[in-house]
């Protein structure tokens, strides 16, 4: 079943830890996004990549890294992990300039203590 | 700046009718996206428009006015498993999507 793939569903993680979210996708689709969503903040823009070997920063992207070796996979790591850094982290992906909107990812919590 | 505001929550009755709300300012307009995101899952795709007017799919609708920069979201017939939370996104000029809260709609019997 086409669509995307996050990993690990959820994680408890020791603040200062170094963690990488993975997400892969076999649309083939140009774009990719990570967004983290907390409680009455919806849907926040950390980084993007607009097409394999190319990123940028989205509207929170402190303390997050991104690269975008492949079209398929979009890795997010956080360096040394916060607590501030505790929330739902989803992966999407669009075929770029187009009108088909986001496919996303089932998400990854994460709880950093 | 880029501003994009819908309720925060609506309540509604099984097998009633209810209108959710998005006005948006931004930079670039490439259309505008209704999301529906049930607790604990990935938003999912409902509705897209780009012109004027209302798109009418099944139980759902949404229209947009671009001049006041508003759509709606109307929502038929409404049953149990319609309980989430509904995500306004604009398409942006470089085909981002911003996205607003959402809005939490709580059916009861």
């Known amino acids: 079943i086409a669509g995307i793939t996050q990993a690990p569903t959820s994680q408890i993680l020791a603040a200062g830890r170094r963690m990488t979210l993975r997400c892969t996708q076999d649309?083939?689709?140009?774009?990719m996004y990570w967004y983290r969503q907390d409680l009455g903040l919806g849907l926040r823009l950390i980084h993007y990549s607009n097409t394999a070997g190319t990123t940028g920063k989205g509207e929170v992207p402190d303390g997050y890294s991104v690269s975008r070796a492949n079209t398929d996979d979009f890795p997010l790591t956080l360096a040394s992990a916060v607590p501030s850094q505790t929330s739902v982290y989803f992966c999407?992906?669009?075929?770029?300039?187009?009108?088909?909107?986001?496919?996303f990812g089932s998400g990854t919590r994460l709880t950093v203590v | 700046g880029q501003n994009i505001d819908q309720p925060t929550e609506m309540t509604a009755t099984e097998g009633a009718i209810v209108q959710i709300n998005c006005t948006y300012q931004t930079s670039g307009f490439n259309g505008l996206f209704w999301y529906q995101q049930h607790a604990g899952e990935a938003p999912t795709f409902l509705s897209y428009?780009?012109l004027d007017g209302l798109e009418e799919k099944g139980r759902f609708s949404s229209f947009l006015s671009r001049s006041k920069g508003y759509s709606y979201l109307l929502l038929k017939e409404l049953q149990m498993k319609d309980s989430a939370s509904y995500l306004c996104a604009v398409s942006d000029s470089n085909y981002q999507l911003i996205w607003g809260a959402g809005t939490k709609l709580i059916i009861k019997p």
């Open positions: 428009n780009v």
């Open positions: 999407a992906s669009s075929p770029g300039d187009s009108i088909e909107g986001y496919t």
């Open positions: 649309m083939r689709h140009n774009a």
